[in-house]
């Protein structure tokens, strides 16, 4: 789990604080070396977290329902839900234009690699999981 000092900043010290983690990760991103350069950031804890939660983020820009997210990126679904609502109320707006630049095919390999454990929506399968229960 990921921690955080007790000790509080005040106001303007956690705004420098932010925008410089912003400046860098735009310099991250523009470098071709930027897997390597967030390995040495982030500890594979907050990579995974960071990972889910943009997945979760674009499961439901995509109206995945709640229950496949959470069977297919383990996480609980309070934590789904929590995103869901900040969704609803306008949040991640930023995110979801992002996901809109990346190139289609991209989107397409995210989605293939992210629906993998969906159940199908169409055809002759779609209730077979009737037949657990």
Known sequence: MPHVSKKILNTKQEIIIKARLV???RAVGKDHRS???LRELLTYTEMIMLAKRL????LVSKE???LDICKILQVSSS???RIEKRFDRGGYQNLCKVFKKLEPS?????ETILGAGLPSKYGKGRWKF???Y
């Open 23 to 25: 400046d860098m990760l």
């Open 35 to 37: 897997g390597y350069s």
């Open 55 to 58: 997945g979760i983020i674009y």
């Open 64 to 66: 995945t329902p709640t």
């Open 79 to 81: 934590t789904v839900i």
């Open 106 to 110: 991209i989107v397409d390999v995210l």
């Open 130 to 132: 009737l037949n657990d």
